[in-house]
């Protein structure tokens, strides 16, 4: 049984309350996490630690990416096997998805915070230099579906810029955080320059999120609590980042090719059981390709393996949906079933025959279900995928029409011909309620710091 403990000011320490975590494969308790209602010794700690931490050069604070990276590196199977664990995916998608790309967060910020020049601006009389200042102390929350991964995603940033950190990954999957405080502790990140801290969204985050002295939120997660979250932090003027929900469209046309199509389609349907904000849970079709597609794409999900959702609470939301699937007219063409035994476990659900503005073709499900539509156009196909409130990301199967066609989804994020291709230096970000602002790159970089402009004439 694992204890969690939260990390305030470079000591583990337990408030008086704890919960328990449960497996999503088994239900079994699997470790226990503070219940942290207070946040004010995260604050105090990250404000003893932010000036001097800030007051490094930023090469300085490359090399401690570094050696977070390093050793979380040398600890990789572990901390694959840790996300295994408090999410039951596959070990091979947490090795190669979230541990991996949890220490290329730090490993790319690192070398992005030495590759940048300083930003001047010319006039004729006069010289425009731009500095990027540390905002302060900055509240990073984010989901369960990639606990390490979207978390790392912030925290490289954050710390590259100067900040200190209070961090808060989700009640329901807090190991990979907890083990990650393990290592800054091991390799001597200056104490209480990283916080993390434990407990329920509406307690400890909501906390976290209406303290005055932490001065921006990056939060990832649901829309509607991230509406909670805007609400509370707006009226003090914090910085906000909100990287919240997706419906997004999956378009194969007529010239797909199908031996790429099918197989990308497929694991942009279904890859961490539907359970990442960028999945394509609504599949359109051209007609003129759609036996094709759907035979072939229904026989290649035999074989595609999935974990169980995130635990049985989700699971129940996803089985309301199948049952409005078919209430709305919806053909089950695949799955739609809970497997003979414990845990959270359900089957891939295909389902065809709704009209695209149904509930269930426009709704955030994140599980593993997806919606068929036909078309006949790629104005019909543009129409059905830019339908929905959100617009996260998208992918365009296509020889030839593919960037034209992307260029008319309204999302922050379109593929041709592949998804989750991810370069770190670019946008990352939803339109429309899939949130406010990007991430990635120089667009975290100008998240986390505040731009100040120093004019200058000399002679
Ligand atoms: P939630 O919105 O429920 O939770 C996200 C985080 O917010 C969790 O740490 C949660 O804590 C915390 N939280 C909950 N209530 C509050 C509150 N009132 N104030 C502050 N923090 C709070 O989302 P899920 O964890 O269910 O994650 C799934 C959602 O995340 C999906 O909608 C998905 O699309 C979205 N997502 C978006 C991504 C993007 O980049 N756009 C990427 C990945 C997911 P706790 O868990 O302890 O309740």
């Known amino acids: 049984m694992i204890k969690v403990k939260n990390l305030i000011g470079g000591k583990f320490v337990l408030p008086a309350e704890c919960f328990d975590d449960i497996s999503p494969l088994d239900s079994s308790v699997i470790a226990q996490i503070p219940r942290t209602r207070d946040v004010s010794a995260a604050v105090k700690a990250a404000a003893l630690a932010q000036p001097s931490w ?12 570094d050696k977070i990276a ?38 790319f910020f690192a070398n992005f915070g030495r590759s940048m020049k300083e930003e001047t601006f010319e006039m004729k009389d006069a010289t425009n230099y ?25 925290i490289a940033p954050a710390l590259l ?117 960028l999945c394509g849970s609504r599949v359109l079709i051209h007609s003129s390709i759609y036996d094709e597609f759907m035979s072939r794409y229904l026989s290649e999900l035999q074989s595609f393996e999935i974990g169980p959702v995130i635990n049985e609470a989700h699971r129940s939301k996803i089985l309301s949906y199948i049952e409005l699937a078919k209430e709305e007219g919806g053909e089950i063409l695949a799955g739609g079933k809970v497997p003979d035994r414990p845990g959270a476990w359900l089957e891939p659900t295909v389902v065809a025959g709704l009209s695209h503005e149904s509930r269930t073709a426009t709704e955030e499900i994140f599980g593993p279900m997806v919606t068929i539509h036909r078309f006949d156009s790629d104005e019909e196909a543009i129409e059905i995928a830019n339908c929905t409130d959100y617009g996260l990301a998208g992918s365009v199967w296509s020889k030839n029409r593919g960037r034209q066609i992307a ?29 406010v602002g990007r991430e990635g790159g120089m667009w975290s970089i100008g998240f986390f710091s505040e731009a100040v402009n120093i004019c200058v004439i000399e002679d």
Not at 411 to 428: A, E, I, K
Request: glycine letters at 10%.
């Open 130 to 154: 731009i500095l990027r200042k540390p905002i302060g102390i900055v509240g990073l929350i984010s989901p369960w579906n990639l606990p390490l991964y979207l978390l790392s995603w912030k």
């Open 54 to 65: 800030g007051g490094l050069s930023i090469s300085e604070r490359c090399d401690w990416l």
């Open 161 to 277: 810029m100067g900040n200190s950190v209070i961090a808060k990954p989700s009640e329901i999957t807090p190991l990979t955080a907890y083990f990650l405080g393990q290592v800054c502790t091991e390799i001597g990140l200056p104490n209480g320059v990283l916080n993390i801290i434990h407990g329920y969204g509406p307690e400890i985050g909501h906390a976290i999120v209406e303290h005055p002295e932490i001065k921006a939120i990056s939060f990832t997660g649901g829309t509607a609590t991230g509406k909670i979250v805007a609400a509370t932090a707006a009226p003090m003027f914090k910085k906000l980042s909100l990287e919240l929900g997706g419906k997004n469209a999956s378009i194969v046309l007529d010239d797909a090719d199908l031996d790429i199509a099918v197989p990308g389609v497929l694991r942009a349907s279904f890859l961490n059981s539907g359970q990442i904000c």
């Open 407 to 435: 260029e008319k989804i309204d999302s922050g994020m379109v593929w041709v011909n592949t998804w989750l291709h991810r370069d770190l230096r670019v946008p990352f970000g939803g339109v429309k309620d899939s949130g």
């Open 70 to 107: 390093d050793s979380l590196e040398l600890k990789i199977e572990e901390l694959a096997q840790l996300e295994s664990l408090d999410t039951g995916k596959p070990h091979e998608v947490a090795l190669n998805v979230d541990a991996e790309r949890s220490i290329n967060n730090f490993r």
